[in-house]
């Protein structure tokens, strides 16, 4: 999960989750975001600039039989 304070920060995260996820090592992070970077077309880029957060539905797992969902 992840989050940004507006459209390109978010896309940063989006693109730092993936390179974290992967256990990219630190030395070859510039080099995969130079060929291999998620940067969505222009009229979806809009659309995420246009968003606003108007709710949220965070669950947390607290056991395979339980889960809390937070609205």
């Not at 304070?5 to 256990?23: C, G, H, P, R, T």
């Not at 070859?28 to 975001?33: A, D, L, N, S, T």
Request: charged share 30%.
């Amino acid at each position: 999960m992840t989050q940004g304070k507006n459209a390109e920060d978010f896309i940063y995260m989006v693109n730092d989750a993936v390179i974290s996820a992967n256990k990219i090592p630190e030395d070859y992070i510039k080099f995969v975001r130079g060929i291999k970077t998620f940067i969505p077309p222009e009229s979806e880029l809009q659309k995420l600039r246009d968003q606003t957060v108007s709710g949220a539905l965070i669950s947390f797992q607290k056991n395979k039989e339980e889960v809390l969902k937070i609205a």
